[in-house]
């Protein structure tokens, strides 16, 4: 059986950390999922003048700050996507590429996803498009896959699936080296559509088009609306209320993924929010499960 911990924080942000550290002073079992790096908009930051007690701190400042922070917490980061969430009644499953962790709450803090979906990415959902190569390569044994790698991370999942499947190609969106099996091709355009019929079958590019089976799309976060299913969102941000509560019972969201403004300190500050009424709906839960066993 899987343990299952108090509260788990999708996101290595200001706010996902924020969460944490104010969860774990309140001696709850939490963990976070996210990148040692942390968040790469902090490090990108010149000078932040509006972050309360720190004037004119730089970006990497900041982080150097956050890691100080946790690890005098003894927090630990685990580096892990999560793809899917799901509420399972008395708890919540997050499934992450080859593992599920189990928590009886869960508070999201992945940043915003800016880049909109591809036309034709939602319909094929699950039609063969996917967020989790590692998971779903199996499937596609013998047959042609596209790798849509907007991080590093992807080259490894590529190389992966490449023994796995029969043909695979390789669309970089970032800049870099890659480091991938002499087998898999690497084709350097710009995805615009996925077409298909009942399921996929190709890819329109700028330049040309490729016949696939399947388009894994490797991101460093999933867009909310995809990650956890019936949540309620606002166009690109998750409706939250002002104990930072989704739609879904035991499920929070802070920083910027609730909306604008785009700020550290914003974010750190519902990541508090978020913790403190996770920690509460933990509290109550226990209090009604020992009064009904009273009873």
């Known amino acids: ?95 992450a590429n080859e593992k599920t962790y189990e928590a009886t709450s869960v508070i999201l803090a992945t940043g915003v996803e800016f880049t909109r979906p591809l036309p034709g990415e939602l319909e094929y959902l699950g039609r063969g498009v996917g967020y989790c190569a590692t998971c779903d390569a199996p499937l596609y044994k013998g047959k042609v896959v596209t790798v849509i790698g907007y991080n590093k991370e992807s080259v490894e999942e590529t190389n992966f699936i490449s023994e796995l499947v029969g043909k695979v190609y390789f669309i970089p969106m970032y800049k870099g080296e890659y480091k991938l099996n002499p087998s898999i091709e690497i084709i350097k355009a710009v995805p615009k559509e996925i077409k298909g019929t009942d399921k996929v079958d190709r890819l329109i590019l700028n330049n040309s088009e490729i016949s696939t089976d399947a388009i894994f799309i490797l991101k460093d976060s999933i867009s909310p609306g995809q990650l956890v299913p019936g949540l309620e969102m606002e166009e690109m941000h998750i409706k939250v209320n002002r104990k930072m509560e989704t739609n879904l019972p035991g499920l929070y969201a802070c920083g910027d993924i609730t909306g604008k403004p785009y700020q550290y300190i914003k974010a750190a500050g519902e990541g508090l929010v978020s913790a403190l009424n996770a920690v509460s709906f933990i509290d109550n839960k226990v209090n009604k499960e020992l009064s009904d066993c009273k009873l």
């Open 1 to 95: 059986m899987s343990e299952r911990y108090d509260i788990a924080i999708v996101g290595s942000g200001p706010a996902g950390l924020s969460a944490s550290i104010n969860a774990k002073i309140r001696n709850k079992n939490i963990i976070i999922f996210g990148s040692k790096d942390l968040s790469n908009k902090v490090t990108k930051a010149p000078k932040i003048n509006n972050y309360l007690g720190l004037p004119n701190i730089t970006g990497e400042q900041l982080k150097e700050s956050f890691v100080k922070h946790i690890q005098a917490m003894d927090i630990d980061i685990t580096v892990e996507r999560i793809n899917n969430i799901y509420a399972m009644g008395e708890y919540f499953a997050l499934m």
